[in-house]
């Protein structure tokens, strides 16, 4: 299989509207397995024509003891490849003590506005990052245990934007396999061994478990059960954006919908539309399945009134108002 | 919480709609304790007057050592709450070699073909059987894992026709701590330490690795992703129901589908069109994704022609036709 391996991302690519010969590719490159196969995979396709690689970009995140070791890597592999590289340092520490965020967050953050802001500069439309299918199963593991419900079992999206994933239908194994084929070496983050981690746990004790539990691999069918997710879930969104267009007004306390008309809807679009509307009255909040269902309940009667981020809900004049809040008071 | 648990039960019986004031309901007992617990928690409800509780029914099915033990416990048990019980002793080895089954799926049709029968017997309108949410989760975590898909993440459903299973939302220890409270025992079914048995390993490996990963037990959540995925199932699969009746046609060679206006449907309506198709066609059979792959090869003009099975997809003059095939063939 790993033969065919620059051939499967090629079809990928086409199948998921990656890419097109016109497109400017940039590279997260982290160093790690994934994002150097992603580098030499991609670099072959632009050789047969598939797409343009414009540049690599490496942020430092200045966390590990190793960080300077991978930057250097990044930077003679560039170099080896042929392809200019951007290198950029982060306080992500610094980050995440100001804005309360876990350093993973924090992390994420900071790489993705890099990504973007180099993308700008070197004149790319499209950003690869490395995510493979072990990645996706990880995540759909993860949101399931931790009921984020509507959205969760979608788990990591093949395009976002101006971010594509090429290697998200491609198991871990499959890309050290090539690498090794091609004698290509990577750097190994040892963070990844951190069971403190749940993701780390995730990834080196529950799927080998569910994989002796199968008597084979899990990894793939968790990222096809996430794509059929994906593929319902957006349907189902797109319905529920056109109804809350068409339910929603904004009163004199906030956003108001006309409860008979919710209730009429069928219960997922009814979820959906609630979803929307205390995302809406809560830009940039985290929202969860808890305040939908607290919502539902106010909106069936059954609760009187109820506090979400950024609003309270209550039902006024046949009217669910997302009564926006003083800031204090959030 | 256990003290509120009779509460629990019946707050989870009016929500799902599983048994009125009025409705005969017979026990599905094996002398666990998810089974035990069902049968004192449903006579304390029916003491109240929230349903009535008109039988037991214990199927022997003389697979382990501690079958006899197992039905004289569920003897003595009905004797003691004074409730009458069926016992039968069934052939499951014998059903399993007939059929080419696994014991596991042998015994669960003997013992719902059993329940059936009593309950008509002894004029039970509601079969309650005893799953709890963890059983929920372990059937969700290993259909993902199997990539079962389209419906395999709704899980257990809490009513399918006559049966009920008032316990899928109580986590399997508050069963016990309310059992232990009432000072009341249950037997201990070996065969489920069994770690070569998938669900065993799920039960006791995947599900515990999951809960350190996370800091807390990963089954409430997995239930509650089930939970959603059954509601947006179900409406989807009412949807495409309704599309099926309109767009099927029983042609001379088998059933017939339009098929630019089975690609006209978004792509969740139109993979469970053509799952519906495919099961009209092999009732009975067992259709998985692939088979929906297939099919929507076909259609979309990929692939000239699938075996699936009961028939032959083709596309001919326009329609994609399930040509049924001499049983000798599939």
């Known amino acids: 299989m790993t033969s065919s391996l620059p051939w499967r991302v090629h079809h990928a690519i086409r199948q998921h509207e990656l890419c097109t010969p016109e497109s400017r590719v940039l590279v997260g490159l982290s160093g790690g397995a994934d994002s150097v196969a992603l580098t030499f995979l991609l670099r072959e396709l632009a050789g047969r024509g598939a797409l343009a690689l414009v540049g690599l970009a490496h942020l430092n995140h200045d966390l590990r003891q190793t960080a300077a070791r991978d930057e250097e890597f990044c930077r003679a592999l560039a170099d080896r490849v042929g392809v200019p590289i951007t290198v950029e340092r982060a306080d992500v520490r610094g980050l995440a003590a100001r804005e309360s965020l876990s350093l993973e967050d924090a992390a994420r953050r900071l790489r993705y506005g890099f990504l973007a802001r ?53 198991p871990r194994a499959d890309l050290r396999k090539y690498l090794a084929d091609l004698d290509e070496a990577w750097v190994e983050d040892e963070t990844n061994l951190d069971l403190d981690n749940p993701r780390n746990r995730i990834r080196h004790r529950v799927l080998p478990e569910l994989g002796q539990a199968l008597g084979g691999a899990a990894g793939p069918a968790i990222a096809r059960a996430a794509r059929l997710a994906r593929e319902d879930g957006s349907w189902l969104d797109a319905i529920a954006g056109d109804r809350f267009m068409a339910i929603a007004r904004t009163g004199p306390d906030g956003l108001e919908l006309a409860s008979q008309e919710v209730m009429a809807e069928p219960l997922p679009i009814r979820r959906r539309i609630l979803l929307q ?54």
């Open 118 to 170: 180099v993308s700008d500069t070197v004149g790319a439309d499209r950003i690869a990052v490395g995510h493979t299918e072990d990645d996706q199963a990880e995540t759909v593991l993860l949101r399931l245990s931790r009921g984020a419900g509507l959205t969760g079992l979608a788990g990591i999206h093949p395009r976002r934007d101006r971010v594509v994933r090429p290697l998200i239908g491609v």
């Open 277 to 330: 509307a205390l995302r809406m009255a809560a830009p940039g909040r985290e929202i969860g399945l808890d305040h939908v269902d607290s919502a539902l309940a106010v909106l069936e009667g059954t609760a009187r009134a109820a506090d979400v981020p950024g609003s309270r809900l209550e039902l006024l004049a046949g009217k669910l108002v997302l009564l926006t809040k003083p800031p204090s008071a959030s």
